[in-house]
């Protein structure tokens, strides 16, 4: 499959189920089902999914009556702002779960545990999800090839990665 053609499929399907989790239409509030990242100084932190030309679907934190996110694909590319076809992630079930991991851990738990999936690369690589806590603020990432997590910090005028994160699975049980 070609990656327009996996990018198309994600876009077209408003809510697209995989398992116990599913992607939503952002409007700038939070539907009842969104999955709240964990919460910090500005308040429930949302996990959101943004298309970014020849780059991929990334993933990048959200707040309430934001429009746009901030995505850092690699450090290279830098942040760049996503405003269109923003997507949120939501849960009928609680069956997702954060788990500590690092750049050798998280090569291990592709494996064996089942991630959730945030995204696409543009050279067809799977994305999942990370979180960063730092300083009392949360940031949302993208793992990817080299399992390091890329994320912007809250301000989003800022490339970072980081070897240690917490990746998010489906719960095991």
């Known amino acids: 499959m070609t990656f327009y053609a996996t990018i198309i499929i994600f876009l ?16 700038g509030t939070a539907p009842t089902d969104a999955f709240i990242a964990g919460n910090d100084t500005r308040g429930a932190v949302y996990i959101a999914q943004a298309f970014l030309k020849n780059q991929g679907l990334y993933v990048g934190q959200i707040l309430g009556g934001e429009r746009s996110i901030t995505i850092n694909p690699t450090l290279s ?9 923003l997507k949120v992630l939501c849960t009928n079930k609680d069956t997702l779960r ?9 090569q ?3 494996k064996y545990t089942r991630p959730v999936i945030g995204g696409v690369a543009y050279n ?36 970072y990665s980081n070897s240690l994160y917490q990746l998010l699975i489906h719960a095991l049980y």
Do not use: C, M
């Open 108 to 110: 291990k738990l592709i």
């Open 77 to 85: 590319t830098g942040p760049l702002q996503a405003s269109s076809v």
């Open 124 to 159: 067809n690589n799977t994305i999942y999800v990370a979180k960063y806590i730092l300083n009392n603020y949360l940031f949302i990432g993208s793992v990817h090839t080299d399992f390091y997590a890329y994320y912007t910090n809250n301000l989003g005028n800022g490339a």
């Open 12 to 27: 077209v399907i408003g809510k697209q189920a995989i398992g116990e989790y599913y992607w939503r239409d952002w409007n």
């Open 98 to 106: 954060w788990i500590p991991s690092n750049t050798t851990v998280t």
